[in-house]
DNA sequence: CATGAATGAGTTTTCATTCAT
DNA sequence: TATGAATGAAAACTCATTCAT
């Protein structure tokens, strides 16, 4: 019997893999990719250096399989689970609910997903990735617009830039400026969720 | 008439060492601050490398002023010149087409400053700075709710966030997502600014 | 019947042995030594890289006994079985036959002792032994020059520099330069010892 | 006026590149090329190990422009003066005669370019310059057959390989078996050519 | 025992900074 | 004063060797 930990690698082989990627996201978020050495990133995975390039092929590979993981991770649920239909305002908190709850659970991860230099060092899988649930996005909030969900005088991109760019923006500053209570952090979540409700609107 | 050669800096140390900002700013908006070597900097200006150090301290010292540099050259109309008082509806109007101007002659400005991998190597000038501003905003944008020109019943902040936020994203979404044409562009930028208006209008 | 199991080494483990070793003369031969990983041999070898470790002190154990193996077994029949007494040019004939033969059964094996590059990492043994072999040629053919079996004008030295020097020359010649086919081959190691018999003749 | 030393580098540049040049040539010959580290290259050239990549691209580019460099210092001679006629016997004397004092004066050249684990990492330029020049060779070689300079019974490649053989085989033991005086060099390498004549003359 | 993943010293290469020209 | 070649510390990556399984 062997331990069903995942695929076909030893339970403590998959840990290390796992700590590498955790310790990977928190440098890159903090120091962006070209700023983190892959010996730093060792380090806070509690490994050798070499044993990331067991895992990894190179630093490039690590920071596109992380970007992959991370983008279908948040982006799954989206896509797939809007169970019952509900009132157009309800989807739209949901959707905000989720949100939060992506932050609060991963808050390295957003940060390290939308760090706008990924230009560099993004592979043809990760491109492909990126640009393919974008079209999955735009075809949601089409689809949306139809059922007269939101609004439908404004194209499907800028409805997701509106919803994206505001959330982003908030959580990087209540992540980066401040030191606020969370009941603060609530209430200014919950005031950008109206916001954006009167944004989209139909 | 200029003063031809020995005023404070010679007209052409001025030119060079406007250069090198230049440069700096394209290479760091395309690959982040870790990622620009500096002679490739130096190179892009069409200096050599020691004329670099001659006008900036370090790498550091270059991104730093090149940060304040920006951040004010944005912010500064934003805070000084509210001409004659107009209604709300339209001084939204003219803070986004401000925005949209800025964009458009400064693109590489806008993705710099919004770099967030600016943790790393900001000074504390550049620090103080960016504080002072967000501050003076905060404030400038309290008077406006006291006004009733915006809604008063979210906080500031998030006011702020709501309409950086949304003109970032798409800025960014605009500038790399895609080649779209003008009249493309222009289109997405008035339907976001009218989504925006809804989100914070009174 | 060969003992099944317990003699001094299990048979099992005799052969991974060899396979190490044989491995080790193959990337030796493509690639030289500092070239060659170690857990390339192991993997060519079809074994584990502790395997390797169980059987060789060092990757620099593994290339002296390599090499005095290898030494040995093209050194030793020539030193040792001179049947009959033939005629000086049979003897030549044979002893360029044995070259030929051996070269063909093993090509990998003179490659690796040709190498001039274990310069480096060779131990006192293996000096010791291709220092002993040597003398032993000397003497071998200081003896055929006073049989008159070759010329006694030249020293010894010179004799076995003529002789291995063009098999060597022809043999690297005829393994990489080209693809030729076998009577081609046979054609020219045929032509070359004639010639080097003309110039070693009494 | 700048000083006339080469091309368009300062001279000390120039210097520089000849001493990296130099310290490789010494280095790839003691211990072969994988053998061999950047830095310790850089530091028998007394240069620092940046200064290595500001003239080469690699470690690679080096080897390939050293190896291009000494074959063609070795070959170009031998395919281009030979001057007024004379006899077959002069005629290997003097071809002779240029390999010793090619030898005597470049000790490391001919070790480095007999290192048969070129294999690995000569690029397609050097390459098609070693096939070139062997082909030239082998021409030379046809001519002087059909001359009646050299025996015709044997192919030209033999005649090559013959020559080449021996004195390099001689070389190699002259430079690392023992220490001979130089009479005693002299002597044999006399020997060896007078051998070489009577296995190719015609 | 055999294994092969883990390791860290060592490799090749880059780059911020200096300094001779 | 401007330059860009030189530098060495630090980066990414490899590999001989060890050791838990």
Redesign the interface.
């Given at each position: 019997m062997t331990p069903p930990d995942d695929a076909n690698l030893g339970p403590s082989q998959q840990a290390r893999r796992e700590a590498i990627l955790a310790a990977a996201l928190e440098l890159f978020d903090?120091?962006?990719?070209?700023?983190s050495a892959v010996p730093a990133i060792a380090e806070r995975a509690g490994v050798g250096a070499g044993t990331l390039y067991r895992n990894f092929a190179s630093k490039e590979e690590l920071v596109n399989v992380l970007f992959r993981q991370w983008k279908l991770r948040f982006a799954e649920p989206l896509l797939s689970s809007w169970p019952t239909p509900v009132s157009p305002r309800q989807r739209m908190a949901s959707l905000w609910r989720y949100f939060c709850e992506f932050a609060r659970e991963h808050p390295r991860a957003l940060?390290f997903l939308?760090?706008?230099?990924h230009?560099?060092y993004l592979d043809a899988q990760s491109v492909a990735l990126r640009d393919s649930l974008?079209r999955q996005f735009i075809d949601l909030v089409a689809q949306l617009q139809a059922d007269q969900v939101v609004?439908a005088?404004?194209?499907a991109?800028?409805i997701i830039?509106?919803v994206?760019?505001?959330?982003?923006?908030?959580h990087?500053?209540l992540r980066?400026?401040h030191d606020w209570p969370p009941e603060q952090i609530e209430?200014?979540l919950g005031?950008?969720e109206?916001?954006?409700w009167?944004?989209?609107?139909p």
């Open positions: 903090e120091r962006g990719f070209h700023g940060g939308e760090l706008h230099y230009g560099d974008h609004r005088d404004v194209e991109d800028v830039a509106i994206e760019g505001v959330f982003l923006r908030l990087a500053e980066h400026g209430k200014r005031q950008a109206r916001c954006v009167e944004a989209i609107r």
